[in-house]
Structure formats: structure tokens, C-alpha cells
């Protein structure tokens, strides 16, 4: 084999799909008239590229700096393009083997505009190549027609775009390389199979007219890099009419007729004169966008408008307002609702400063638009109504689509009569419109009379419909399919499953056949077979359907369009009737990811997004009983709060299910807090709601009741925010505010348990059992509140009940703790050590929580001012009301903080202990030992502190008084001047201490009588 053929079938291998793009003269009267988008591209887009309109600019013409290849062959081809590239080698270049013919036949079949750009000059010379072939080629001919042949995959969408489209009219979007050797085409269809399902072999029969004018083609061997191989090569958008189509059983191939189609053939003259009109006044550029929508590729045309801004393509405000009428539809079809709506205001502000657009039908194009985006998406129907109004008082041109946009924004609004009067309008406005199109209006009316319940009606409306179709139209246009679905859905509506069925079956049929398969038509009757099997509660075949509309749509949509997110959420509520929770939560994750996308912050659908995976968890929590799963529901609940509150007051009635629920999970993990925050959050709500509902204030008492009940431990603050002072990272003003809400809830509870309190005293005595809860709640609110003499009032009067539901050692900790707080040291010891008691005898109290009410009785002794002339007094008082501090639990004190000094202790200082220690003999009055350890720590701190502080005075101050009990008058006044000098130089504005120590050294030099 020779190394040219070699060559030969390696290109072939690269070519062996064609691209096609047929056009329906029924497609362009109907409602599928998009369908014809892809062959228009084609006819503008070698319009422009032979005019020399659609290339680089002067500075960009180099292949190589263009594309930048990785490959250093691919490099070495483009650096020889550039520098020896001659138009009268254009055959040759591009039947060449390499990176040149490949990349720009993948840009031909892809419809890549961008990198069809760079090959605009060089497409050209290959036109003018070819038609200077091309006369040469017709002369050479015997016959006035030939037959060519080429077998080939094509995509099986094509095919059914072929059978569907026999009669029509075709066009290649690409160089089309045929044969005259029948054998040879069909030799190479039956070398191999389709690589994919998605693909399928044609052998294709093209019968030539020589005498027809068209594009050219010719024999191009003596140009060819194969020269030893006949080879007939057609121009890009060559259009031919599809003769006929039908499937060989002995070759197991598609065999398709076409012939080739002169520009006199009165389908294409018709076609001509048609674009003309549409493009009436239209830029070409701009054209080649709407064309890109119209194939459902919306990225690219989205690139394409923001590129012709970018690169200053364009300078009529005219075309301007194309433009941005073409990215407004763009964004429309991409679910960028806001953003298309600016677009549309875009291009009328051009309309309206251009002088030469006075009256230009464009107005009322972008006006139909903004009514239909108004009322079907952004639900304001008062703007809806407002821009049809505007669209009636222009040049319309279309009044038929106004009349039709008020009719549904009416329909929306449920105003079913005045739907159909304007349905009646659009239909009498429509004369201009062919019977196909007319037919969509008659479904609309169909649509309305279901939706009103009257059957009859509705059925006499489809059938005017179907009637209009099959007149215009042929059989199995895709059009009729929406009849059929208008009918399934009628019937589904009255409960005739079965028959809906057959219906939606009947359109499914029709739309398979005749359409791409990622057409929305097909995605939508997915989910009307998924709808009605969910009627039906066939959950797995509801979900197989709602699933094949999730793979059409994301052929063309993103992920975070609103159609896809909808199927999401749909797929996700169907997993949740089936119980599974985890692919409900896949879905829905999904479903939050694109809006998180598109959305911004304070969307109300984020916030219910967030609710529904918060559902989800908690539904999985109740079955499984996990805490991680109650803790993601808690998040996600809280996500919706704060997205919420990014546009609603905290005290706004509608966030009262919100705050219910995230209280009630918070205190199920006993977070009580944040439990108790939640309720105050909610009763806020409803202290703030005109007229006041005293049931739903009663009852969120209640609950803010079992919050207070549910608080075991007396030291656990269920003041969030103060909880919080430590460690703020909000807005300090922020953070004051919700202190103050705190408070003045505190006091709200205060209030309202106290008038209970209060109400019940009057039915039962003080120490009923009945006001325990009561005297429990109130104590620990006053607490918070830091009004510890009316806490102490309530936990005292508590312990005296003796309850059995509270407990001993919480009711000991929070009396001891509250004398504590109001330097009641005596007071306070007496219910530590009843506290100590009590834990050691107890079976459940662990080592730890003994430490805790040690570490507190050190801090009372580390406290205490012992004066040896008081000490004799205290004991007096304390025996008077039968103390129960005695030797013993000195003693035990005392072993404890000597045991401390032999271990690591992290809480009190080596000189601390020794204080402690030394207050703890004092006590005992055994005062060598309180001397001593006063001693040992006073030595201790003069290594660090040779001068003196504060803590030194106060030490030698309790030296002097020891010194002066045991009656070493030198020694005591020694240790008071001692004490005052260090006080009057780092203390000399603490005057009661210095008064204390001066009037101690009065009495040791002047001795009591």
C-alpha cells in the first residue's frame, strides 16, 4: 500500500461523519421553525466569510499564533502555512493530511464559529478554487448530470432528521468528499462498524445536474494531495433536496438519495426571499447569534454577542439593539431572568436614542419578551401587563404574540375568561400567520377550557388544532405532538390516566422521530410520563422518566438553570416518598449547588432549599437516631436563618416554624442556650404581632419552661450571647443588640413567671410542691439577670421543700455559689462543705467535681480578711445559728490544699496554696501554723518581688495581727509598717486598707488598758 493511501484513509477515518442541517418548509412555518437554525447559520455564515466580511484582523491572521498548538509537528505544519501558504494551493492544503484540515473540518461540524474565523480567507480561495474547477469539470462531461456516492457514519439524530425531512431540503456544514465508484463509497460504509450507539452508517446516492447553477464542486485529483483517486468535492452549504430515505436489509445500511438543488429551485428561491425578509434591516453578525440560539447553543452564542461588543464589531445603534435583544434572549433561555431583562432594556434604550429607529418593530418584540419573562418568571404581573401595553401602542408586527403573552400572563393569574378573550384576539390578528402557527393558539384555548373543567370545550379546541395541522403540515410533524400532550394532560387532569397515557405515547412517537434528542420537546414529555406514573404511584418509573428529562436537558443546560434545578428537586421528593433519604439528599444538594450559582444572597428559594434538605436530615434522624444526621439538618436549617435575615427583621412573623425548630433541635442535643435564644427569638415574634395571641405567647412559655427545668447543672449560663463575650468575631454594635434582647427577655420572663408565682401563692402555701418548678425557673432567671438576692430568695425557699426531681448537690452549688457572688463567705462555705458532703457520699459524682468546689472554697479563703479581734466574733455568730463548719471540714480542707502542694496544680500558684492553708489554721485559730505558711509564702514571693506588691502588704498585714494575738507586740508592729510602706508606694489610693494598717499600729504602741 502506498504511503498516499495510507494517507488517504487516515483522512477518511477523520471525515467518515458528515454533518447535515436540513430545511423544512414546514419546519419554517410552524412551531419548530428553530429546527431550521442550524442550515441558516451555514447559508449567513459563507455569505459573510465570501464577502471578506467574517475574518481576523490584520494582526491576528497567523494560524500559529491563533491556536497555539502543543504538538511540534502541529507547530512545524502552521509555521509552513503561514510563510508559503498560496491561494492557488488551497485544494491541496486542505486535501493535505494535517492538523490543518482536521481542526478546521471539527470547526465546520461543531459549528465553531471562533475557529472558523481563521480559516475565512483560506474557506474563500477554496470556493474560488473550486469554481474555476468546477467550469472546467462540467466541460470535461459527457453527460449533463453524474452520480456521486459516499458512505459514512452519521448521528442518529440526523437520520431521523432525514427520514422525517424527505422532500426537503439539505445542506452539508462542511467540504463534502464523494465518489463516482458506487463500490468503492459502499466498500468503505461496510468496513466497519458505528463506534457508538449514538451513530449509524448511510451510503449516500447524490444525482448532479451539471447545468444547474449552485456551489461549486468539482474533480479535484490534479489539485489533490491524492492524485491517483477520482474525487468530487462539493463546497461548504451545498444544498441539496432529500429525494428519498429507507433502510437496506441486505447491506444493513441507510441508503439516502439526494440531488443536488439550483439556486432557481423554487424551495430555495422561496427560502432566499424569506431569510431576506426576516433579515430585513438585520446585521448578518447578529444573525449568526439567533442562529446559534435557535440550535440551543447557548454559550457560544452568548460569546458570540459579548464578542461583537468586545471587539467593537458593530456601530449602528440599530445594531446595538439587536445585539443585546439577541444576549437578552440568550440569558432567557439560560434562566438569567434579571439579566435578560436588562438586555431588553439595553436595546430599547438604543431604539429609543436612535433617530432612525422611530417606530422600528423591535419595540414591541422586546416588550413581548419582557411581558412573557414578567409574567412567567419573575411573577410581577403589574410590569407584564405594563410592557404588553406598550408592545399594542407600537409598530407591531406581531400583535398576535401580544395578544397571546396577555392571555398567559391571565392564565397565570388564574383569570381564565380574560385569558380566552385575548387567545380570541390573537387568533383574529393572526391572518398573517400561517395555519400551523394559528393551531398553537387553538391549543392555548384547549389549555384554558381544561383548566376550567370543561372538557368538551377543550376536546373541540384540540381538535381545531389538529385539524389546522394536518392541513399544513405533514403527518408526523413534531407540531402535532403538542396537540397530542395538550390532550394527554386534559385527560390526566379528569383522572382518565390510561388515556393520558396514550396521549403523551402518541407525542413521544411523533417527537423521537423528528427530533434531536436533546430537543426540550422530549425533555418535557419525560416529565408528563413521569407525572402521570407518579399519579399512578409508580415511584421507579416515575423516576426513570424524570431522569431521561435530567439527561436532555443538561445536553444543553447548565446545572444551575432553573429547569434542571426544578427536575432536581422533583427527583429528590420522589427518593423522599420511597424513603431514601440519601439520594434525596444527592439530588437536593444539587439542587442547592446551581442556585448557590445563579442566586444571590437573601433568595427566599434558597432559604427553602436549605428547609428541605433540613427536612430530609431530620426525616433520617427520626428513623436512624444519629447525631451527625440531627446536626447537618440543625446546619441547614440554620443556612436558611441566615439567608433569611439578609432581608427580613429578626422579629418577622414568618420566620415563627423557623425558630420553633431550631429551638426544639437544639434543645434535644441539650444545647440549652441556644434552645432557650430560639424561643426568646419566637416569642419576639409574637409579643410583636398586632393583636397579640396570648395562646401562642402561653404556649412558647411553656416551652422556655422545659428549657429552665432541663438545666441540671447550676454554673451552665443560658445567656448565648453573653456565653459568647470571650470569643466575638460579629459586629461589636451587633453583638450589644443581642445582649440587650436578651436582657429584655430576661426581664420578660422574669415578669411573667414571677406573676405566676405570685397567682399560685395565692392557692397554695409557700413550701407547696407545686411551686417547686416555678421557684426553680425564677431562680435561675433572677440569676441570669444578676439579681442574686431574689435567686437566693427562690433556690433557698427550694431547699427547704426538699424536692425530689431537684438536685441536692445542684440546689448546695448554686446557694454557695450565689453568697459567693455577693461576698457572703461564710454563708457561702457552709453550703460548699454541705456541697462536699454531699459528693463524697455520692456514688455518681466524679473526682473532677469535687476539685471544682474545692477550687471555690480556695477562692472564698484566698477572699477572707481574717482580723484576729473578729475571728472570736465570727465564731460566736456562726455558733448562734448552728454552724456546721467544724474541725472537721477545716480538716479536710486542710488535707486537701496540703495534698496540692505535692502534686502539679494548674489553678492556684505555689503561694496562693500556702495563703489558703495559712487562712484555713486562722480559722482554726492555730496560729504558728497560719504564721508559718503566711511565712513560707511571703518568702516565696519577695525572690520575684524584692520591693513589694499588694499581696505582700496584705500578708504581712495578717503576720501583724498573728504577731500581736501571741503578744509579740515588735514583731506585729514591724509587719504593719512593713505592710504600709510597700501599700503607700504601689497602693497609695487605697485608702482603706492604709487606714486599716495605721490604725492597727495605733493600738500595738498604745496597749489596752
Not at 459527457?142 to 424527505?166: A, H, P
Request: charged share 25%.
Amino acid at each position: 500500500m502506498s504511503s498516499n493511501t495510507e494517507e488517504k484513509n487516515v483522512r477518511n477515518t477523520h471525515e467518515d461523519r458528515m454533518g447535515t442541517n436540513v430545511y423544512s418548509a414546514d419546519d419554517n412555518k410552524s412551531m419548530h421553525k428553530s429546527l431550521n437554525g442550524e442550515f441558516i447559520l451555514y447559508q449567513i455564515l459563507l455569505e459573510r466569510i465570501l464577502s471578506g466580511q467574517q475574518q481576523l484582523k490584520s494582526n491576528e491572521q497567523s494560524l500559529l499564533k491563533y491556536f497555539q498548538p502543543d504538538e511540534k509537528s502541529d507547530k512545524e505544519i502552521m509555521t509552513e502555512f503561514d510563510q508559503a501558504y498560496h491561494p492557488t494551493k488551497a485544494i491541496h492544503w486542505y486535501t493535505r493530511e494535517s492538523c490543518i484540515y482536521k481542526i478546521l473540518n471539527k470547526a465546520l461540524r461543531t459549528q465553531n464559529t471562533e475557529e472558523i474565523v481563521p480559516f475565512g480567507p483560506f474557506i474563500k480561495d477554496l470556493n474560488m478554487q473550486l469554481s474555476q474547477e468546477h467550469k472546467e469539470f462540467t466541460k470535461q462531461q459527457q453527460s449533463s448530470t453524474i452520480q456521486v456516492y459516499r458512505g459514512q457514519f452519521i448521528s442518529k439524530d440526523e437520520m431521523n432528521r432525514l427520514k422525517s425531512g424527505q422532500g426537503q431540503l439539505i445542506s452539508t456544514n462542511s467540504f463534502l468528499s464523494t465518489s463516482t465508484n458506487r463500490n468503492k463509497a459502499l466498500e468503505f460504509a461496510l468496513s466497519k462498524p458505528p463506534p457508538n450507539d449514538e451513530l449509524t452508517t448511510v451510503l449516500l446516492e447524490i444525482d448532479v445536474d451539471l447545468r444547474a447553477l449552485s456551489k461549486p464542486y468539482a474533480d479535484i485529483k490534479n489539485l489533490s494531495a491524492f492524485k491517483e483517486e477520482e474525487e468530487i468535492l462539493f463546497m461548504i452549504a451545498c444544498v441539496f433536496r432529500i429525494d428519498k430515505v429507507n433502510y437496506d436489509e441486505e447491506t444493513k445500511l441507510w441508503m439516502a438519495k439526494f440531488i443536488l438543488c439550483s439556486e432557481n429551485d423554487p424551495d430555495m428561491k422561496k427560502f432566499t426571499e424569506n431569510l431576506t425578509k426576516e433579515l430585513k434591516g438585520q446585521n448578518h453578525l447578529i444573525s449568526i447569534g439567533n442562529s446559534l440560539v435557535d440550535m440551543q447553543k447557548f454559550d457560544d452564542a452568548q460569546k458570540h454577542f459579548e464578542n461583537i461588543f468586545k471587539n467593537q464589531q458593530i456601530n449602528d445603534p440599530i445594531d446595538y439593539a439587536y445585539a443585546h435583544h439577541g444576549l437578552a434572549k440568550v440569558h432567557e433561555k439560560k434562566g438569567n431572568h434579571q439579566l435578560a431583562v436588562e438586555n431588553f432594556d439595553i436595546a430599547l434604550n438604543y431604539l429609543s436614542k436612535s433617530s432612525a429607529a422611530n417606530d422600528h418593530p423591535l419595540f414591541s418584540q422586546c416588550y413581548n419578551h419582557l411581558g412573557l419573562i414578567y409574567s412567567s418568571h419573575l411573577q410581577n404581573s403589574d410590569k407584564a401587563f405594563e410592557s404588553f401595553e406598550k408592545a399594542l401602542n407600537t409598530n407591531n408586527e406581531s400583535l398576535a404574540m401580544t395578544y397571546s403573552g396577555l392571555a398567559k400572563a391571565h392564565f397565570l393569574k388564574k383569570n381564565y375568561q380574560i385569558s380566552l378573550e385575548y387567545l380570541q384576539k390573537a387568533l383574529d390578528n393572526s391572518s398573517n400567520l400561517s395555519e400551523a402557527l394559528q393551531a398553537g393558539t387553538f391549543i392555548e384555548m384547549g389549555k384554558v377550557y381544561t383548566a376550567m373543567n370543561k372538557q368538551e370545550k377543550a376536546s373541540e379546541m384540540f381538535d381545531k388544532a389538529n385539524q389546522l395541522q394536518t392541513k399544513d403540515l405533514s403527518p408526523t410533524h413534531p407540531d402535532i405532538g403538542y396537540t397530542y400532550t395538550a390532550l394527554g394532560l386534559m385527560h390526566s387532569d379528569h383522572g382518565n390516566q390510561h388515556k393520558a397515557l396514550e396521549f403523551i405515547e402518541k407525542a413521544h412517537q411523533l417527537q423521537s422521530e423528528t427530533l434531536p434528542n436533546n430537543h426540550p420537546d422530549l425533555a418535557e414529555t419525560y416529565q408528563n410520563f413521569g407525572d402521570l406514573y407518579l399519579k399512578q404511584a409508580s415511584l421507579d418509573k416515575a423516576l426513570h422518566f424524570y431522569k431521561k428529562k435530567l439527561e436532555i436537558q443538561l445536553k444543553t443546560l447548565s446545572s444551575s438553570h432553573p429547569s434542571v434545578i426544578e427536575t432536581y428537586d422533583i427527583i429528590g421528593n420522589v427518593y423522599l416518598k420511597k424513603k431514601d433519604f440519601k439520594q434525596a439528599s444527592i439530588y437536593f444538594h444539587k439542587s442547592i449547588d446551581g442556585q448557590l450559582e445563579t442566586k444571590k444572597v437573601g433568595d427566599l428559594s434558597l432559604s427553602k432549599a436549605f428547609e428541605t434538605l433540613a427536612d430530609i436530615h431530620l426525616d433520617q434522624h427520626n428513623e436512624v437516631i444519629d447525631e451527625k444526621i440531627l446536626d447537618k439538618a440543625l446546619d441547614y436549617y440554620l443556612q436558611s436563618l441566615q439567608n433569611q435575615l439578609e432581608t427580613k427583621f429578626l422579629e418577622d412573623y414568618s420566620l415563627i416554624d423557623l425558630y420553633k425548630i431550631i429551638a426544639k433541635i437544639y434543645y434535644k442535643k441539650r444545647y440549652l442556650d441556644q434552645s432557650l435564644l430560639y424561643y426568646n427569638r419566637l416569642l419576639d415574634c409574637y409579643l410583636r404581632k398586632s393583636p397579640l395571641n396570648q395562646t401562642n405567647i402561653d404556649h412558647t412559655y411553656k416551652l422556655i419552661e422545659k428549657v429552665y427545668l432541663k438545666k441540671h447543672h447550676f454554673n451552665q449560663s443560658l445567656s448565648y450571647f453573653n456565653n459568647r463575650r470571650r470569643n466575638l468575631s460579629e459586629n461589636q454594635f451587633e453583638h450589644i443588640d443581642n445582649i440587650h434582647f436578651e436582657k429584655r427577655h430576661l426581664d420578660h420572663s422574669s415578669n411573667y413567671f414571677q406573676d405566676i408565682v405570685n397567682k399560685q401563692l395565692l392557692k397554695y402555701p409557700e413550701k407547696s410542691a407545686n411551686l417547686n418548678n416555678i421557684y426553680y425557673i425564677l431562680a435561675n432567671i433572677y440569676y441570669e439577670k444578676q439579681y442574686f438576692h431574689h435567686s437566693l430568695k427562690y433556690f433557698l425557699q427550694l431547699l427547704k421543700n426538699q424536692p425530689e426531681n431537684f438536685s441536692l448537690e445542684n440546689l448546695y452549688k448554686a446557694i454557695a455559689t450565689i453568697y459567693f457572688q455577693i461576698e457572703y463567705w461564710e454563708e457561702s462555705l457552709i453550703y460548699f462543705y454541705k456541697l462536699i458532703q454531699y459528693q463524697i457520699q455520692s456514688q455518681t459524682t466524679e473526682r473532677s467535681a469535687i476539685d471544682d468546689t474545692y477550687e471555690l472554697i480556695g477562692k472564698i479563703y484566698l477572699k477572707f480578711d481574717y482580723s484576729l479581734n473578729e475571728l472570736s466574733k465570727k465564731k460566736e455568730n456562726l455558733s448562734r445559728r448552728d454552724s456546721q463548719i467544724d474541725n472537721y471540714y477545716l480538716d479536710q480542707s486542710l488535707a486537701y490544699f496540703q495534698n496540692l502542694l505535692r502534686t502539679r496544680n494548674k489553678i492556684y500558684s505555689f503561694d496562693e496554696i500556702h495563703r489558703i492553708i495559712a487562712n484555713i489554721y486562722l480559722k482554726k485559730q492555730n496560729f504558728n501554723q497560719a504564721l508559718f505558711h503566711c511565712q513560707t509564702s511571703l518568702d516565696n514571693q519577695l525572690k520575684h518581688k524584692p520591693k513589694g506588691n499588694i499581696s505582700i502588704a496584705q500578708l504581712y498585714f495578717i503576720m501583724g495581727d498573728i504577731h500581736r494575738r501571741q503578744g509579740s507586740s515588735n514583731y506585729a508592729l514591724k509587719a504593719y509598717k512593713k505592710a504600709l510602706h510597700i501599700c503607700q508606694r504601689v497602693d497609695s489610693q487605697n485608702h482603706g486598707f492604709i487606714d486599716s494598717i495605721q490604725n492597727r499600729i495605733r493600738l500595738v504602741r498604745t496597749p489596752a488598758i
